[in-house]
């Protein structure tokens, strides 16, 4: 489960995907694939979390890992590349590396 603070020693990696409606579900499914049987247990990862836009337009993925070298790493491990075709096939990524520095929550 992903902690979102900054107090977190993390780095986060937000993937904003665009894909035909028609693909949505696909590419969720194979990001959640991919997250279950190779990126779960790569050196350094935390969490993921799969979001999927009500327009069926956009998919988001919110990982978490432990450094930026980790985060490198994985992209240089041959195991996650496979997916990577997958996803590209049906849609477009685009990637970014950021530091959380607020957060806010309701007083309930």
């Not at 327009?55 to 980790?70: C, F, I, L, M, P």
């Amino acid at each position: 489960m992903a902690h979102i603070g900054i107090d977190q020693p993390v780095v986060t990696m937000v993937n904003v995907f665009t894909v035909e409606p028609a693909n949505q579900q696909k590419l969720v499914d194979i990001l959640i694939e991919a997250t279950d049987a190779v990126m779960s247990k790569v050196d350094g990862f935390v969490s993921a979390n799969i979001h999927a836009s009500l327009d069926g337009t956009r998919v988001v993925n919110y990982a978490q890992w432990k450094s930026e070298e980790h985060f490198t790493a994985m992209l240089k491990n041959p195991e996650v590349h496979p997916h990577f075709g997958e996803v590209r096939a049906i849609a477009t990524p685009e990637r970014h590396l950021y530091k959380v520095v607020y957060t806010e929550d309701a007083h309930v």
